[in-house]
């Protein structure tokens, strides 16, 4: 997948705060930020502008224009206010502390972290952290540990991101810390720049078909691939353009592995009811084949081979479980026939496209090949094995 175009708007402290103000504080200005409830994205008056990408014409509040992303379950929802003397900017519904369907999960996840990061920074400049700080530094830890188990992909990410909603929306802390010109808020006024860090982006794809996708990203600046940094460094608009081939998909879902829509461990479906892959031992010639490149369909996942599936197949004189001796088929007759599941020791989310062995995969049983992958990272063959061994003994 090929990158034509990229809308690109630096983050800022607002907009991270946005994620967290479902927090109940007595604070009079912390509840009169709630009527800032949209972003504004693009050049005045401009319709559609830089959104002639996704648009010819850009919706009103009531009727917003909808950009379906691939990578989220929910839409992006842009608009343009009905005040040209002003100069109004288009716009998209944040109401993050309310509204789930306002939430694009990359966006939020990233400002989620950023948060943290501003509370651990500014408890090591000053060696200590308030008390209602230390509480909601101690929720957001909680909260982002919480994800990182187990499978990741867009539906879990924006389910995470809406229960964070909720569990925000139950805390009653001081947040007068937020407002960085107040003489109580020493923390935003040395942090404010950390959300500055992160590029919130909308990625316009292009497939094999021809066909147009749109991404939702935020990934700090100096991640990006060095064409994006330069594009961005000399924009003079939110919009920046590719010629074919200068960057492709792939090169920003290596950046961070939880926005990454290819992180689903759930396998393709012809290979799920089909492939049930088991291996023994190696043939004395490897047979490999490469895997793991970003391929984007309907969603995202890591492409894997069917050719080495089948010789994977070819290579078995057992079909048991290779963590608990589980099989198939002596549990459920002929319905469970040379099925079981084929394990990537080395998953595929880490790094990009690679060559995969016989060797690199592992027969297991449904339930194994889930515990295998319900930790980050992931177990090893061996200390599931252990786990089992000692459940057993017991």
């Not at 935003?188 to 982006?201: D, G, H, S, V, Y």
């Not at 589980?326 to 469970?336: A, H, R, S, V």
């Amino acid at each position: 997948m090929r990158i034509n175009t990229i809308l690109w708007r630096r983050n800022f402290l607002s907009q991270a705060r946005r994620t967290i103000l479902g927090i109940d504080s007595s604070d009079k200005g912390w509840r009169k930020l709630k009527a800032d409830h949209a972003l504004e994205w693009g050049g005045k008056n401009a319709d559609p502008g830089d959104w002639g990408m996704v648009t010819s014409s850009l919706g009103s509040h009531d009727n917003p224009t909808k950009v379906v992303l691939v990578n989220s379950p929910v839409d992006l929802n842009v608009w343009l206010p009905n005040n040209k003397p002003r100069g109004d900017k288009p716009k998209i519904n944040q109401r993050l502390w309310q509204n789930g369907n306002d939430i694009i999960a990359p966006w939020y996840y990233s400002n989620i972290k950023t948060i943290l990061e501003m509370l651990e920074d500014h408890e090591s400049r000053n060696k200590g952290l308030f008390a209602d700080g230390v509480k909601l530094r101690a929720l957001l830890r909680q909260q982002l540990d919480l994800l990182s188990t187990g499978e990741v992909n867009p539906q879990k990410l924006h389910s995470w991101c809406c229960d964070v909603m909720q569990v925000l929306r139950k805390q009653k802390l001081d947040m007068s810390w937020f407002f960085p010109k107040r003489s109580g808020g020493a923390l935003a006024a040395q942090t404010c720049n950390i959300p500055e860090k992160n590029i919130l982006l909308l990625v316009e794809c292009i497939s094999e078909a021809d066909q147009k996708e749109y991404c939702a990203f935020a990934f700090e600046f100096d991640a990006l691939p060095p064409i994006v940094k330069d594009k961005i460094s000399a924009a003079k608009s939110s919009k920046i353009e590719f010629k074919s081939g200068e960057v492709s998909l792939s090169e920003l879902l290596q950046i961070d592995p939880i926005q990454n829509p290819c992180k689903s461990k759930k396998l393709p479906e012809e290979e799920e009811g089909a492939v049930k892959d088991a291996f023994e031992e190696p043939a004395e010639m490897e047979i490999s084949d490469k895997e793991g490149k970003a391929k984007l369909k309907e969603h995202l996942h890591r492409e894997r081979s069917k050719k080495l599936v089948k010789e994977f197949k070819k290579n078995l004189k057992s079909f048991n479980c290779e963590a608990c001796e589980f099989n198939f088929k002596d549990m459920y007759g002929d319905l469970g026939e040379q099925f079981v599941e084929a394990h990537h020791i080395k998953p595929l989310g880490e790094g990009g496209e690679r060559e995969t062995k016989i060797s690199d995969l592992a027969a297991v049983c449904s339930n194994c090949h889930r515990m295998l992958h319900k930790r980050n990272p992931q177990l090893t063959m061996d200390a599931l094995r252990s786990i089992i061994a000692k459940k057993k003994s017991q």
